[in-house]
T-cell receptor
Framework: QKEVEQDPGPLSVPEGAIVSLNCTYSNSAFQYFMWYRQYSRKGPELLMYTYSSGNKEDGRFTAQVDKSSKYISLFIRDSQPSDSATYLCAMMGGIQGAQKLVFGQGTRLTINP | DGGITQSPKYLFRKEGQNVTLSCEQNLNHDAMYWYRQDPGQGLRLIYYSQIVNDFQKGDIAEGYSVSREKKESFPLTVTSAQKNPTAFYLC???????????FGPGTRLTVL
């Protein structure tokens, strides 16, 4: 079993819809959670990061962490065609020096005009 | 502009050759990382370095080597011992305090 599981999709929704992207994990030591957006043939771009449980909002994006269920989510409101990309979740345990992230395999999202 | 640069963007290698991928950052970050990404898969850690002249193996270090002679630079060599090197290679950097990792644009390596 992988430490981080993410449905690869593809996920296709109409413009303006609310998108929900999710990851589950098995390692209860994970405390830091991130979402990256990756356009085709480009490097990942850090969208949001959260520590421990709770919600964090940034514009149209909301990240949620439920440590009791080992489940994290990214919500995109008022989705735009420019949001079409692969979304990667990543997580790690405590910080001691460098950050050893564990990534999900990514969900490919398409927003249709 | 501060950022991470990787070169070349595309690289072709013949069987049995060693190739070196460049990664440079001007963000004054302490830590640097190399990842490999295969189609439909997440990123897998090859090597990472917290300080100059020190580096550690990641999850898939076999067939790769690195050096960290300068804070700004962390080149990756893909050796002939790496049996399946065709992939997208990503370099990242971070400060030691938690603020996430920042990625370069990547190098796509193809073995001919």
């Amino acid at each position: 079993q992988k430490e981080v599981e993410q449905d690869p999709g593809p996920l296709s929704v109409p413009e303006g819809a609310i998108v929900s992207l999710n990851c589950t994990y098995s390692n209860s030591a994970f405390q830091y959670f991130m979402w990256y957006r990756q356009y085709s043939r480009k490097g990942p771009e850090l969208l949001m990061y959260t520590y421990s449980s709770g919600n964090k909002e940034d514009g149209r994006f909301t990240a949620q962490v439920d440590k009791s269920s080992k489940y994290i989510s990214l919500f995109i409101r008022d989705s735009q065609p420019s949001d079409s990309a692969t979304y990667l979740c990543a997580m790690m345990g405590g910080i001691q020096g460098a950050q050893k992230l564990v990534f999900g395999q990514g969900t490919r999202l398409t927003i249709n005009p | 502009d501060g950022g991470i640069t990787q070169s070349p963007k595309y690289l072709f290698r013949k069987e049995g050759q060693n190739v070196t991928l460049s990664c440079e950052q001007n963000l004054n970050h302490d830590a640097m990382y190399w990842y490999r990404q295969d189609p439909g898969q997440g990123l897998r850690l090859i090597y990472y370095s917290q300080i100059v002249n020190d580096f550690q193996k990641g999850d898939i270090a076999e067939g790769y080597s690195v050096s960290r002679e300068k804070k700004e630079s962390f080149p990756l060599t893909v050796t002939s011992a790496q049996k399946n090197p065709t992939a997208f290679y990503l370099c990242a950097s971070s400060i030691m305090k938690w603020e996430g990792q920042y990625f370069g644009p990547g190098t796509r390596l193809t073995v001919l």
